[in-house]
T-cell receptor, first 109, second 115 residues
């Protein structure tokens, strides 16, 4: 079966760096997405990786290793507003998104 | 604002009621999706429409009935729901579903409680 694993919850300190990992086993691979979802709000698109390596976008970076079935989202200079759930999703060979359960990130002052 | 709106934002209904959820996208997209989001579970894809045609129905019970009158509007008609159907129902849209990894843009969801 298809499976996406990510930690349920993480805690970090304001101003610090946090890495949220995602591992996947899917039928084919057409890219990996990261979304941010604040409580009671819409998931919003953060990044898309289809090739191996690191993509940097401001304070957020996303890394992909297709051979290892692994990705991470790196958040730098954490701010209180970064408290949210972070969803990892992989697009399979049928271009269908397979979702992880999300990682709830708690930022403490 | 993601360009996708949903109404109502909150809904409480009894098991014998009939209600409808509405989604509208202002992005000029051709594909629209319904997802169910339950606490601590992955998003569950329910239905996909591409150019108003249903292309995916992930074994969803018949008490959920989708309708897509045009590429900008999507409805989810609800009847005789069960308490386990209580969840956040998310609508999303993308350019289309064919031939590429299209980013999906989500609405804020309807929080549904079935009593």
């Amino acid at each position: 079966g298809q499976n996406i694993d990510q930690p349920t919850e993480m805690t970090a300190t304001e101003g610090a760096i946090v890495q949220i990992n995602c591992t996947y086993q899917t039928s084919g691979f057409n890219g990996l997405f990261w979304y941010q979802q604040h409580a009671g709000e819409a998931p919003t698109f953060l990044s898309y990786n289809v090739l191996d390596g690191l993509e940097e976008k401001g304070r957020f970076s996303s890394f992909l290793s297709r051979s290892k079935g692994y990705s991470y989202l790196l958040l730098k200079e954490l701010q209180m507003k970064d408290s949210a759930s972070y969803l990892c999703a992989v697009m399979d060979s049928n271009y269908q998104l397979i979702w992880g359960a999300g990682t709830k990130l708690i930022i403490k002052p | 604002e993601t360009g996708v709106t949903q109404t109502p934002r909150h809904l409480v209904m009894g098991m014998t009621n009939k209600k409808s959820l509405k989604c509208e996208q202002h992005l000029g997209h051709n594909a629209m999706y319904w997802y169910k989001q339950s606490a601590k579970k992955p998003l569950e894809l329910m239905f996909v429409y591409n150019f108003k045609e249903q292309t995916e129905n992930n074994s969803v019970p018949s008490r959920f009935s989708p309708e897509c009158p045009n590429s900008s509007h999507l409805f989810l008609h609800l009847h005789t729901l069960q308490p386990e159907d209580s969840a956040l129902y998310l609508c999303a849209s993308s350019q289309d579903t064919a031939g590429g990894a299209e980013t999906q843009y989500f609405g804020p969801g309807t929080r549904l409680l079935v009593l």
